[in-house]
């Protein structure tokens, strides 16, 4: 009998600014590039941790070594408090990295008002045009030649249609 269905982490970006109200172009900046401290093993913030975090694919090793089949839960995150186009735009493409890399469940921390761009970024997958159209599926490879400037995702519908996600970063 499973006693714990769910590893349940939270995960703040370390570095000064990311997750605040702040839309400096240094924060913006620094707030798509803290997005790969997610997954890629090569990237090194700019705060106190000074190796590669790789926080989903980590925790998807340590799952599998001492408890394999237990899903993952990512229940607080924030890379973004405020009303900026940046918080919006690193809230959606942090909602294409974990369906990219297989986190079961996720949830944000922290309330946000309507009309701002964090609610667009949910908008994006769960009312794309404003009649109930979601974003629901598998995904499936897409790669950018620069995603420092351009994060490119895709994602295979149930009704077989092909969603593909760009994300402007500059």
Do not use: C
Request: charged share 20%; proline share 4%.
């Amino acid at each position: 009998v499973r006693l714990v269905d769910y590893l349940d982490i939270h995960y703040y970006p370390q570095e000064n600014g990311i997750a605040e109200d702040n839309e400096s172009s240094y924060v913006a900046k620094r707030r798509f590039q803290s997005l790969k401290s997610l997954y890629d093993p090569n990237f090194v913030d700019q705060s106190w941790i000074s190796e590669p975090i790789r926080l989903i694919p980590r925790m998807k090793e340590w799952i599998e070594q001492y408890n394999p089949g237990m899903k993952l839960a990512i229940t607080e995150y924030n890379f973004g408090n405020g009303n900026g186009i940046t918080a919006g735009l690193a809230q959606a493409e942090a909602l294409a990295i974990f369906g990219r890399e297989g986190v079961d469940l996720a949830t944000r921390f922290g309330n946000f008002r309507a009309g701002t761009p964090i609610e667009d970024a949910f908008k994006m997958y769960l009312d794309y045009d404003g009649r109930g159209g979601t974003i629901d599926g598998i995904s499936v490879a897409a790669l950018s030649s620069n995603v420092n400037a351009v994060g490119a995702y895709a994602i295979e519908g149930v009704n077989g249609e092909l969603y593909v996600l760009l994300f402007n970063k500059d």
